[in-house]
Every structure is written in structure tokens, then in C-alpha cells.
């Protein structure tokens, strides 16, 4: 079993940055595909980032130049560093990760339980 575990979201104002982190644990042998996703009210789930074993980054159009991805593959962990927050950026962040699990060499993919982002005008 693997577990995303998201912290770093809150309220900030527009134009503020915020941190997203993202920590995996469990039976992970390797994890292929680390990002975010998000959703606001009343619309779908979108993606935000993410960022595939040996490939760049991927980034949504909506958040290019304002938001970076990083990964620390020994901590098995992911972050999103949020700058000039905009009032359309407040969503809930989503984690969201490929991951072989130890011992069977399955992919699976796992979702974190959300943080809220909140950007005040």
C-alpha cells in the first residue's frame, strides 16, 4: 500500500507564493511520475504540473513561469513552489504519483487527499 501525504496549502493573498509538498510512503520499489493536479469549485480536475522519470517538467499554459515542480527522489517526494498567486489559482491541490509497488512490480497510480489553496483579491 502507498500513501501521498500533500501539506503546505493555506490562504494567501494575490500575488504571494505558497509551497505544496508531497511525501510517498509505502511499499514503493520506484516511483515513475510525480505532480499535481487541481480543482476549483464547479470545474473538473486539471492538471498543474508533473514531472516523469528522465523527461522535463509538464506544465498546464495557465501556470507557466509562475510555478515550478521539483522533485527529491530519495525522499520520494514532490513540490510545487506558487508564485504571483492569482484568485483563479484557489483549488484544491491534488498529489498524484506513478508508482511501482515493491515486490510485484505493479504500476499504480495514487492520489493524495488535497490541499486547499486559497488566493484572496
Known amino acids: 500500500q502507498v500513501q501521498l501525504a500533500e501539506s503546505g496549502g493555506g490562504l494567501v493573498q494575490a500575488g504571494g507564493s505558497l509551497r505544496l509538498s508531497c511525501v510517498a510512503s509505502?511499499?514503493?520499489?520506484?516511483?515513475?511520475?510525480m505532480g499535481w493536479y487541481r480543482q476549483a469549485p464547479g470545474k473538473q480536475r486539471e492538471l498543474v504540473a508533473n514531472?516523469?522519470?528522465?523527461?522535463?517538467?509538464n506544465y498546464a499554459d495557465s501556470v507557466k513561469g509562475r510555478f515550478t515542480i521539483s522533485r527529491d527522489n530519495a525522499k520520494n517526494t514532490v513540490y510545487l513552489d506558487m508564485n504571483s498567486l492569482k484568485p483563479e489559482d484557489t483549488a484544491v491541490y491534488y498529489c498524484?504519483?506513478?508508482?511501482?509497488?515493491?515486490?510485484?512490480?505493479?504500476?499504480?497510480?495514487?492520489w493524495g487527499q488535497g490541499t486547499l489553496v486559497t488566493v484572496s483579491s
Open positions: 514531472m516523469v522519470s528522465g523527461q522535463s517538467a
Open positions: 509505502g511499499d514503493i520499489l520506484d516511483i515513475n511520475a
Open positions: 498524484n504519483a506513478d508508482v511501482i509497488i515493491l515486490y510485484t512490480s505493479r504500476f499504480v497510480e495514487v
